[in-house]
């Protein structure tokens, strides 16, 4: 069974940085794309960032470009988000994604609070 686990959330101020981890279970961690997603209050789950397994590549969505930098560690099978001058809008439920067709699996969510 895929299991998931993400932390490192919290409430921050505008300006900080926080570093979500992600660790996997139950499948071969360096096989598969790792992502992370987020949901504001109101408004649809969206794509934040992905890293590529078979070539290490990483996509980000504009709105966090030049800000968050997401990177994995095969050795802990963690994803990590590293997340800089984080702003208001940044506040929402951060979750970790895997496709391992044809399922999707995701984390429990990590809530990410962002003050002005």
């Known amino acids: 069974q895929v299991q998931l686990v993400e932390s490192g959330g919290g409430l921050v101020q505008a300006g900080g940085s926080l570093r979500l981890s992600c660790t996997a279970s139950?499948?071969?961690?360096?096989?598969?794309?790792m992502a992370w997603f987020r949901q504001a209050p109101g408004k649809e789950r969206e794509f934040v960032a992905s890293h590529v397994h078979k070539d290490g590549s990483t996509y980000y969505a504009d709105s966090v470009k030049g800000r968050f930098t997401i990177s994995r560690d095969i050795a802990k099978n963690t994803v990590y988000l590293q997340m800089n001058s984080l702003k208001p809008e940044d506040t929402a439920v951060y979750y970790c994604?895997?496709?391992?067709?044809?399922?999707?699996?995701w984390g429990q969510g990590t809530q990410v609070t962002v003050s002005s």
């Open positions: 139950g499948l071969t961690f360096n096989q598969y794309t």
């Open positions: 994604n895997v496709r391992r067709y044809p399922e999707t699996f």
